[in-house]
């Protein structure tokens, strides 16, 4: 029978969200908006490096010979996905997510060194994951829209919250049936110096298909 982690539940946990959680999230995420698999793939592959970079923080050192090691690892990541690197579909917001995801299987990595570094792998497993589930499954209850103009610029409000100047993206929480949870109202400021009122919308809970683009 496998012991449960009595005592560091917490711990794992955080861990498991670090390195569940917030870097295949952050990957995932980067992926959906075009970022390349293989360039991805290449950004978190510099882990190990920036792990070892950072293991002073925890009390512990990095040979040369290891560093070498760690180098010959990278290359022959770049090597791999060499083929398959492509800048289409590359943009700040999926290298944010990249390097959030890089970050974050980074600390997740040294927390579990510092605070859990001997656990079960079966208990312990199943409450990183645990943990995990539930972020995650509160991000996908987001819909998200994009929302443009013509011209562009316009301003986009949704239920007073000022979301971005078009052309952005918008999220709006849905239910496990793909329903919006709650009434929104979305306001289209026109650009500075377009005469012309704000186009108005208010959509009520049961929006059986949210659409994916919306266009004023």
């Not at 060194?113 to 792998?121: G, K, S």
């Amino acid at each position: 029978r496998a012991p449960w982690p009595h005592g560091s539940i917490l711990h794992l946990a955080v861990a498991g969200l670090l390195l569940q959680a917030g870097y295949l999230g952050g990957v995932w995420c980067a992926i959906k908006i075009g970022m390349p698999a293989g360039l991805s793939a290449l950004i978190v592959g510099m882990q190990p490096i920036l792990t070892a970079a950072a293991a002073p923080l925890i009390g512990e050192t990095v040979r040369r010979r290891q560093w070498y090691g760690l180098m010959l690892g990278l290359a022959g990541v770049a090597l791999v996905v060499y083929s398959k690197i492509d800048l289409a579909g590359l943009s700040p917001l999926s290298i944010g997510y990249c390097l959030f995801a890089l970050a974050s299987i980074t600390a997740g990595t040294m927390y579990q060194r510092r605070f859990c570094p001997r656990f079960d792998l079966r208990t312990g497993t199943v409450v990183q994951f645990a943990a995990s589930v539930v972020v995650l499954l509160l991000a996908a209850c987001a819909h998200e829209v994009d929302f443009e103009s013509d011209p562009p610029g316009a301003r986009i409000v949704v239920n007073n919250n000022y979301i971005g100047v078009t052309p952005c993206k918008g999220e709006f929480r849905v239910n496990t049936s793909s329903t919006l949870n709650e009434s929104y109202e979305i306001l289209a400021y026109p650009p500075p110096g377009v005469i012309d009122v704000p186009a108005q919308y208010r959509y009520l809970a049961r929006w059986d298909e949210p659409p994916r683009k919306m266009f004023f």
